[in-house]
């Protein structure tokens, strides 16, 4: 049989909300959830926005273009 129990750690031991009878020796398999991880530092996107229009005077796009045809004898 296998089942799944809610629990907590109090510092010493774990502790399951639910009884369950276990014989000694039981294997067990315990899985820790809401480890706490490290914060990632965010990239603020809103700082690159608009960057294009410094470099091109032009459309992107009509700026691809002009690039093609000025390539082509």
């Given at each position: ?44 996107l ?11 005077h ?16």
């Open positions: 049989m296998l089942a799944a129990v809610k629990g907590y750690y109090d510092g010493k031991q774990i502790v399951m909300e639910e009884n369950i009878d276990l014989t000694k020796g039981q294997e067990v398999i315990v899985t820790i959830l809401d480890m706490k991880r490290k914060e990632k530092k965010k990239v603020d809103k700082q690159y926005v608009g960057r294009g229009e410094k470099m091109f032009t459309d992107a796009q009509e700026y691809v273009r002009e690039l093609r045809v000025d390539d082509r004898m």
